[in-house]
């Protein structure tokens, strides 16, 4: 069966940290692109940061560059969101998905196929 799970979600205080998981089950990450988008309440999904297989290349949303960091680790078939310096306005369910490694438009979700079923995110005082 196919699947991808997120975790690593929880409660942190602005300024903190979470580093969130995307592990796959029934296929490999090994020769696809990973993306990580983010739902808020009342809000439509968002790119968040993608990271494609044939070049390493790595895409984030300007709203968290220089804060979150997409990685890999195909031994383990996980991908990772390193996320720092966490703002109110980063509060979302956040959700990984995988898609072909060509083409463009990395962090458009219609491009992407397969989804988790995402891990709330809330940065609160």
């Known amino acids: 069966q196919v699947q991808l799970v997120e975790s690593g979600g929880g409660l942190v205080q602005p300024g903190g940290s979470l580093t969130l998981s995307c592990t796959a089950s029934?296929?490999?990450?090994?020769?696809?692109?990973i993306g990580w988008f983010r739902q808020a309440p009342g809000k439509e999904r968002e790119g968040v940061s993608s990271?494609?297989?044939?070049?390493?290349?790595?895409y984030y949303a300007e709203s968290v560059k220089g804060r979150f960091t997409i990685s890999r680790d195909n031994a383990k078939n996980t991908v990772y969101l390193q996320m720092n310096s966490l703002k109110p306005e980063d509060t979302a369910i956040y959700y990984c998905?995988?898609?072909?490694?060509?083409?463009?438009?990395?962090?458009?979700?219609?491009?992407?196929?397969?989804w988790g079923q995402g891990t709330q995110v809330t940065v609160s005082s």
């Open positions: 029934g296929f490999s990450l090994g020769y696809l692109a």
């Open positions: 990271i494609s297989t044939n070049t390493g290349r790595t």
């Open positions: 998905a995988t898609r072909q490694p060509h083409g463009t438009d990395w962090l458009r979700s219609e491009t992407y196929t397969h």
